[in-house]
Every structure is written in structure tokens, then in C-alpha cells.
């Protein structure tokens, strides 16, 4: 049985919610493995949107099972209301359709605060994250004095996993000239959202293998993009998780050899929210063009995207590191009326042509994009459902994008609509 992870290749908003969502009716399990409520998916189901963050997007459909794996971070008084809201949509959410992982670690208040005063302080330090403390709970992962969902069924447990945790926060938020944590008032907060969290909680790495055993279709969603992964994007301006496929597997528990097809979405042309090196990025009125055609504006926190020009060499690289089978290709439409387009091809540093990007943050920034022009095409792609419906030379671009990124198109998207699709590859054929 194919088993399908979605990850982005960008830097993120590539795109994902019409196409998981597309992919999850093909689906009986949907399992987020990595981010947080740092993510924004825009889900249209029968006329009717949902904005999801935390919860996977498996929850707007009738009999999936949606899980959130022991790869996110999870704040749980968003989850509550998130749930809340979704509920009022109409849409039932019960522990038989939602499990999170019992060791996933919570996202508290001080992560939050902790992100934004960082944020906050100079531009040396700043990352224009989503101050949603999704950087510093996964740093208490890693430091081991995380609360993690399964601590929330025992008194005792709790209060000693606070204190852990207070001992290290606390001397920070001295550093940082903000007030100690109340101690006792989180406690109590956490012990009254406690049951909300737990009658969501399993052993989803046994959920999954269950499942498997069952015959059932699995769809790992990933978030962001893996320009943004911790290893793998332009350290330091990335998110603190790993984004790319691999993670599929460490952030639910579900083995390597579950992961059947890696699809990798693509959007036409290259966008970024928050600081950090981009290439092809535009400051000109090709830039302001694509901003306002693709509505460039974080779900998340509504910040308006950099744009650019398509850069196949850094998805190369992404396609690569995540293994990536075939692509969904987005956001054609948005190049609708460019006399002229451009990709890049690879960099020119110090006089050498390199074929990827540099680890190294000052070669980084003396990378100049190598472009390679095509033309573009004056009449519409919106909506194309087949390829005889586009303009010759809009194919011409797809099959360059094919060529330069070393893998193949499985989906094209044309249009927000969910039939806007032309469809070359099933990802869940087995
Ligand atoms: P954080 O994930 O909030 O720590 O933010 C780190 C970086 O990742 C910032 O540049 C954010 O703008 C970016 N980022 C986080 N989540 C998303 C997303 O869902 N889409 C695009 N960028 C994101």
C-alpha cells in the first residue's frame, strides 16, 4: 500500500491545503509529524472554508482519522479553541477521529513570550518567526525539560516537570528583565486543560502499525517548507524543526518502510515570509505583480511574502534531501501575462558556477542567481484541467521546471478550485 508524505520544497505557503486536502479524501489516516500552529492551511470543502494550524486537515472530512504526532509542537489552549472553532463549522471532532501522540511536547505561554521577546530585542537576533513559541518548546525537547501530553495524566509528574523547566526559564527570563513564571498558576492552568488534551491521547506509533496491518491508506502532511528545515535550509532563518520527508517517520513513529510516495509541492515562482537569504528575490514590479496575482499574505500571520523568480536549483536540492517522487506543481496561473519569465538555473560565486547553494552563510550571500529566460504566454492557464488547455508555451515551462529540478510533475494546480488539477500521477496508485 502507497503511503503518501507531502512536504513542501520552498520556503513554505506553497501551496499544500488544495492538494492534502485533494489527497486526504484518497486517504483513511492523516498524521501531521512535524511544526505547529506556525502553520496555516485554507481548506475549501463544499463551499465552505476552514483555517486549520495545528489540526491536521484530515478533520473537515468525515470518517479519516487525523493525528497529530510526537514531531509537533503543540499548544494546547490553541488546540482547544482551534477544535472549538471547527466544531462550530459543523465539523465533528471526537477522540475517534483525532489522536495525538502521547509524547508530544506542549507549547506553554513562556515559549511564547520567550519568541517574541527574542524577536524583540535586535536585528542581530531576529528570525521573523511567528512568534508562536514553536522555536523555544522544541529547544526544551531536545534540552529535556519539556511537558509532554502523557505528563499531563499525573499530578506529581506535572508539577516536577514544571519545576524542571522553570529552573532553566526563569534564570532566562531574568537575563531577558521578565518576571518569573507563577509557578502555581500554570500548574493549575495546565491541570484544568488536561482533560481536554488527554482523550485525544495514544501510542500513535501502534495506532500506525495497526493501521498498516489494516490495509490503510496513510497521508503524512508535513508543514513549512524544507528550505525552512533545522539541517537543511539557511540556518539560522528557518523553523526548529525538521521539515523534510525523513521526519515523516522520527515525528509519528511509523517506520521508514511506511513511506510509500514523496510529493513535493512546488508553486510556480519562490516566496519567503520573515528574514533570511533568497536568491531570486524581487524588489522590482515583477516582484509587486506576483505578490498581488498570488495574494501573498501569511494565513498565519497575514505578513505580506518577498517574492521572486522560480528557483530550480534550490529545489533541486529540496527534491534530493526529501527523496521526492514527483511534484504538485502550483500557482501556474500566477504567471499569466509575463512577456517574459525567468528560472534559475544555479550561481555564479566568486566567478564559479555552483549547481546548489552553499552551506556557508557569506558564500550564501555572494550568490548571484544564473537565469535562463523563456517566454511567457499572454492567454489564461486559470482553471486548466487538461494540458491541451494550456498555452504551448506554459507547457514549455513545466517541462523545463521537470528537466532543472531532476523529477517529474505527478499534479499541476491551476486554480484554488479543487478540479483545477490535471492529474499525471496518483500519488496513493499503488
Ligand atoms: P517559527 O516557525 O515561528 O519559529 O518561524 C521561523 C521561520 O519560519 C520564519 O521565517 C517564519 O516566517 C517561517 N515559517 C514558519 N511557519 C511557516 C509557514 O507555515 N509558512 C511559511 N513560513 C513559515
Known amino acids: 500500500m502507497a503511503n503518501v508524505v507531502v512536504v513542501g520544497a520552498q520556503w513554505g505557503d506553497e501551496g499544500k491545503g488544495k492538494i492534502v486536502d485533494w489527497l486526504s479524501e484518497r486517504a483513511d489516516v492523516i498524521a501531521r509529524f512535524q511544526g505547529g500552529h506556525n502553520a496555516g492551511h485554507t481548506l475549501v470543502v463544499g463551499g465552505e472554508v476552514y483555517k486549520l494550524h495545528a489540526l491536521p486537515s484530515g478533520v473537515v472530512r468525515r470518517g479519516k482519522l487525523s493525528i497529530i504526532g510526537n514531531g509537533v509542537v503543540l499548544d494546547p489552549w490553541h488546540l482547544v479553541k482551534e477544535i472549538a472553532g471547527i466544531r462550530e463549522q459543523g465539523v465533528e ?62 499530578a506529581r509528574t506535572l508539577e516536577l516537570r514544571v519545576d524542571r523547566a522553570l529552573v532553566h526559564h526563569n534564570a532566562l527570563r531574568a537575563g531577558l528583565g521578565l518576571d518569573p513564571v507563577d509557578r502555581d498558576a500554570l500548574i493549575e492552568d495546565l491541570r484544568a486543560i488536561a482533560p481536554e488534551i488527554l482523550q485525544y491521547a495514544a501510542p500513535v506509533w501502534k495506532v500506525l502499525k495497526d ?45 521508514p518502510d511506511a513511506v510509500g510516495f514523496v510529493l513535493g509541492i512546488v508553486k510556480a515562482y519562490t516566496t519567503r515570509v520573515g528574514e533570511g537569504p533568497f536568491p531570486t528575490e524581487l524588489h522590482d514590479d515583477d516582484g509587486q505583480r506576483l505578490g498581488e496575482r498570488g495574494h501573498e499574505f501569511g494565513t498565519t500571520t497575514g505578513r505580506k511574502r518577498r517574492c521572486g523568480w522560480f528557483d530550480a536549483c534550490l529545489v533541486r536540492q529540496s527534491c534530493a534531501i526529501s527523496g521526492v517522487t514527483g511534484i504538485a506543481l502550483t500557482k501556474l496561473d500566477v504567471l499569466d501575462g509575463f512577456e517574459t519569465l525567468k528560472i534559475c538555473t544555479g550561481y555564479e560565486l ?56 531532476e523529477c517529474p510533475v505527478a499534479l499541476l494546480s ?10 499525471v500521477t496518483d500519488p496513493f496508485a499503488d
Not at 511536547?105 to 524577536?119: K, T, Y
Not at 522544541?138 to 499525573?154: F, P, Q, T
Not at 491551476?414 to 492529474?423: G, K
Open 93 to 154: 471532532i471526537t477522540p475517534e477521529t483525532l489522536m495525538i501522540a502521547e509524547n508530544t511536547p506542549l507549547i506553554l505561554p513562556f515559549h511564547g513570550e520567550l519568541d517574541r521577546a527574542r524577536e524583540a530585542q535586535n536585528s542581530v537576533a531576529k528570525i521573523g518567526t511567528t512568534g508562536r513559541g514553536i522555536g523555544p518548546a522544541y529547544e526544551d525537547k531536545v534540552g529535556r525539560r519539556v511537558i509532554r501530553v502523557a505528563d499531563l495524566g499525573d
Open 211 to 255: 493501521k498498516r496491518r489494516a490495509g490503510r491508506r496513510i497521508l503524512f502532511e508535513g508543514a513549512q517548507g524544507a528550505l525552512l528545515d533545522i539541517d537543511f535550509g539557511t540556518y539560522p532563518f528557518v523553523t526548529s524543526s525538521n521539515v523534510i520527508a525523513g521526519q515523516a517517520t522520527t515525528g509519528t513513529g511509523a517506520g
Open 350 to 405: 566568486d566567478g564559479v558556477r555552483m549547481d546548489y547553494l552553499p552551506t556557508a552563510a557569506d558564500q550564501q550571500a555572494r550568490c548571484t542567481p544564473v537565469y535562463e529566460e523563456m517566454p511567457g504566454w499572454s492567454q489564461s492557464t486559470e482553471g486548466a484541467r487538461s494540458w491541451a488547455d494550456l498555452p504551448a508555451e506554459a507547457i514549455k515551462y513545466v517541462r523545463r521546471v521537470e528537466e532543472l529540478i
Open 414 to 423: 491551476t486554480s484554488p478550485e479543487r478540479d483545477d488539477t490535471i492529474l
